[in-house]
């Protein structure tokens, strides 16, 4: 997994801290150079660019680099693990976000008389649907009771597919027609949720494209109606750099609070999950790992930091 970021970054640490021509070799320390940082990002731009890193996020990594190491004098021997852990730092402030804890919100709500309202959002084929369904396996097994809302009214067999993964599951569906209201589908799914005693929905929702206006609209209505206590963009981590663009229309739109990357065991790259991180600001909550329902894994910056430099 992430084979080519992890190639991308530490081939950075051992460019940035290699020696200087032979006769240098006989001093003891090492000073580095601004210079070295520079000179490694501009060869090597495009092969962190094919490992799925924005440019503005290897902006960011060289500038903060910089900061880090330009002028520092370190012992021989010591040089290539002290520019390690300056970009392990600066990995780990990137991603380390205060992730939402599920369980303390649907506690929390639980105290209020009412179901939490997690919303789910992303674009086509994103692994939207299964992802829900990993989440509500995730709290069933937590001890929660979930109900799921089939609020995506617009792409044909959706309800169909929700409904399948509920039957497996065990779980309660709430629906409506297809090309019904999808903020009227969740707002009565909530009702149903109080009344039969369920402690969170996890509400589908339409597919988005960037030109799609008609149901960006509909997102900002089932946000404004429902206001949910999650808004959770889940995003195909092999889309590559258009993942950003992903994010930052769907943090525009109606704010996210957090982000769900599907497909990770299959992508050897892996920049996606640093970029989307840097351009929200938000957190990355879980990774999709496969295609079961237990196929989730609660995201964890400094093991991520740390497999990918070691």
């Not at 999650?230 to 525009?252: H, Y």
């Amino acid at each position: 997994m992430f084979g080519f970021l992890k190639k991308a970054l530490k081939k950075s640490v051992k460019e940035i801290s290699k020696d200087e021509p032979k006769g240098l070799k006989k001093l003891t320390t090492k000073t580095l150079s601004e210079k070295q940082v520079e000179e490694f990002f501009a060869k090597n731009e495009l092969e962190l660019l094919q490992a799925n890193i924005a440019v503005e996020v290897i902006d960011f990594l060289k500038d903060e680099l910089k900061k880090r190491v330009s002028g520092k004098t370190v012992r021989r021997g010591e040089v290539e693990r002290f520019v390690k852990n300056a970009f392990k730092e600066i990995l780990l402030e990137m991603l380390n976000k205060e992730q939402p804890d599920m369980k303390k919100i649907i506690t929390n709500t639980r105290k209020e008389g009412r179901p939490a309202c997690f919303v789910f959002m992303g674009f086509n084929g994103s692994g939207k649907t299964t992802t829900i369904a990993k989440v509500a396996e995730y709290l069933k097994s937590q001890g929660f009771r979930p109900v799921l809302v089939a609020s995506d009214t617009f792409r044909a067999a959706s309800i169909e597919q929700i409904e399948h993964h509920a039957k497996k599951l065990g779980l309660k569906v709430v629906k409506h027609k297809y090309g019904a209201d999808a903020a009227a589908v969740i707002f009565d799914a909530m009702k149903h949720a109080k009344s039969k005693g369920y402690d969170v929905v996890l509400a589908d929702t339409a597919g988005r494209v960037h030109t799609d206006r008609n149901l960006m609209d509909e997102l900002k209505k089932i946000v404004r109606v429902n206001k949910p206590d999650l808004k959770i963009l889940v995003i195909d981590s092999l889309t590559g750099n258009d993942a950003v663009e992903q994010a930052k229309t769907f943090q525009a739109a109606v704010g996210i609070d957090c982000v769900v990357m599907t497909k990770t065991d299959v992508n050897e790259k892996g920049g996606s999950i640093l970029s989307v991180c840097y351009a929200t600001g938000k957190p990355i909550l879980f990774l999709g790992t496969g295609q079961g329902y237990k196929d989730l894994k609660k995201f964890e910056p400094s093991r991520f930091v740390e497999e990918l430099l070691g």
